[in-house]
């Protein structure tokens, strides 16, 4: 029996991809490997997902490992990959602050490992790669899926690490790795639920208007009229890797999860306005001396809680075309939902749930 390899359980991708990709005509099985410290919540994930989906018992195995290891920690491994036919690999640090020494141990060297793992696995028939749109890092102008490598710089070391780890993976696919590459925007919630794992992107800008009065203030950089704000629920880039996945003509390309027509941050500005009910107070501000002040002057990161980096985002000169998947996604049924009739669930789901942190998974 072949079995599908996945990281990144129990993210939330990883836990809303799993579903999909067992499905009920199939008979395989599914190994995920979990750090060890993860191993309760991941256990718990299993079961939910079992008793929602009642194919799935008995279906999902649990291998304490990490990617960061060579081997990814489990020794001899050469029994499990003779039996592998498929990898997803989603695992890695997903946090615009995080420091270069941590994201190169598990976005670059950790996809290294899962690379030289695919290698070993004789039956391999794909290695579905999860990176993301921002290998384009602050490119001036439209980056296409057939782009990498454009002199580009980046915002963060987030961006950086996840390019130098998509470097890796297309000189493999080079070199004869049978592989597909998923890049999605900026992921928010389910957009028939509005459930998300963590706060982070525009939830920032939306907390920070549901703490304050019927009159809000939002300090704005740059020219909100022409910058664009790429945002993709979750439900709709899990269902379009599922998809992608099985068809045989997605092998070697890659795939931009992204809105062909995303909403300028003026119009998201007013948007999260109408949702949050707030009357906005728009104040013009300079993007350096906002981010300065977020940093360094006291109290201001406390009462925004928007972290510097994320300033970086709403004046993004880049825009992501998505040719490929639009192609290959018509007439499956996946299709983009409009932001603006998911928006309010959002709110909902965030207004109820004010324990939920914008942590990343480490």
């Known amino acids: 029996m072949s079995k599908i390899f996945l990281t990144g359980f129990p993210g939330f991708l990883g836990s809303g991809l799993l579903p999909r990709i067992l499905s009920p005509a199939t008979d395989q099985t599914a190994v995920c490997l979990v750090q060890e410290k993860f191993m309760g919540d991941a256990e718990r994930r299993v079961g939910a997902l079992a008793s929602e989906h009642p194919h799935?018992?008995?279906?999902?195995?649990l291998k304490a490992g990490d990617i960061t290891p060579p081997n990814l920690g489990l020794g001899k491994s050469?029994?499990?990959?003779?039996?592998?036919?498929?990898?997803?690999?989603?695992?890695?640090?997903y946090d615009l602050s995080v420091e270069r020494s941590l994201a190169m141990r598990v976005n670059v060297e950790g996809t290294g490992h899962m690379l030289d793992f695919a290698a070993g696995c004789t039956a391999l028939e794909r290695f579905q790669y999860v990176s993301t749109c921002y290998v384009s890092g602050r490119y001036a102008g439209i980056f296409r899926e057939q782009d990498l490598v454009k002199g580009q710089k980046f915002n963060n070391y987030y961006e950086e690490t996840k390019y130098l780890a998509e470097v890796?993976?297309?000189?493999r696919m080079i070199g004869g790795l049978p592989?597909?590459?998923?890049?999605?925007?900026?992921?928010?919630?389910?957009?028939?639920?509005?459930?998300?794992?963590?706060?982070?992107?525009?939830?920032?800008?939306m907390r920070w208007l549901l703490r304050q009065p019927f009159v809000a203030v939002l300090p704005v950089v740059g020219d909100p009229t022409t910058v664009r704000v790429n945002l993709v629920p979750s439900d709709f880039?899990?269902?379009?890797?599922?998809e992608l996945s099985v068809q045989e003509a997605s092998l070697g390309k890659v795939y931009q999860l992204a809105d062909p027509n995303p909403l300028t941050v003026d119009e998201l500005i007013s948007e999260l306005g109408r949702a949050t009910g707030r009357l906005i107070v728009?104040?013009?501000?300079?993007?350096?001396?906002?981010?300065?002040?977020?940093?360094?002057?006291?109290?201001?990161?406390?009462?925004?809680q928007i972290p510097s980096s994320a300033i970086d985002y709403f004046v993004h000169p880049t825009h992501?075309?998505?040719?490929?998947?639009?192609?290959?996604?018509?007439?499956?049924?996946?299709?983009?939902?409009?932001?603006?009739?998911?928006l309010d669930r959002l709110v909902e789901f965030v207004k109820r749930h004010p324990e939920i942190g914008s942590e990343a998974m480490v």
Request: glycine share 8%; net charge neutral; proline share 5%.
């Open 56 to 61: 799935l018992e008995g279906r999902i195995e």
């Open 78 to 93: 050469k029994k499990l990959q003779k039996s592998i036919a498929e990898i997803f690999h989603l695992a890695a640090v």
């Open 168 to 171: 890796e993976v297309q000189k």
């Open 179 to 205: 592989a597909t590459i998923y890049r999605p925007a900026i992921v928010v919630g389910d957009s028939r639920t509005g459930a998300t794992q963590k706060y982070d992107g525009p939830y920032y800008v």
């Open 237 to 242: 880039v899990v269902k379009a890797i599922a």
């Open 282 to 304: 728009r104040v013009p501000a300079l993007w350096e001396a906002s981010k300065l002040a977020i940093d360094h002057l006291p109290g201001v990161y406390r009462l925004m």
């Open 320 to 342: 992501y075309t998505c040719e490929n998947t639009l192609a290959d996604l018509d007439g499956t049924g996946v299709e983009l939902p409009s932001f603006l009739g998911y």
